[in-house]
């Protein structure tokens, strides 16, 4: 089951790199932007939901460990919180941006997502 998460989350964040390196018009606009917006969104919210699954089974792998053990888990899983929540503020203001700074939400979104994507992975290895 893991092994197929992270294929998926290997397959998510491919396609985000390439959705955020995608190539605009002469203009500097996306053509259907609108829809090139909506649907990076939903592939987005999907990836959040699957790190929030991810979030909820480290929690509870942290509950089990010893007390001294558990401080330090729980700090890790805060931390991913943090940058989940980073990321799902960001994902907001898709609807708002257009043109150039559309084009910068996505460079920084595909920043957050790397680093909340290396963040799961490396709680998911420390938690094993």
Known sequence: ??????????????EMNHEAQSC?????????????KRAYAEKLK?????????IAKL??????????ARAGYEQ????????????????????ESSGESWEALKDGISGAWNSLKEGITNAKNAFH
Do not use: F, Y
């Open 24 to 36: 605009c018009s002469s203009e500097g606009k996306m053509p259907n932007e609108h829809s090139e």
């Open 59 to 68: 929690e509870a792998r942290a509950s089990q460990v010893a007390a001294d």
């Open 46 to 54: 999907a990836q959040i939901d699957e790190w929030d699954a991810d």
């Open 1 to 14: 089951m893991e092994n197929m998460t992270q294929e998926n989350e290997k397959h998510m964040s491919h």
């Open 76 to 95: 890790r899983i805060e931390s991913l919180k943090k940058s989940r929540e980073l990321l799902r503020e960001r994902m907001e203001e898709i609807s």
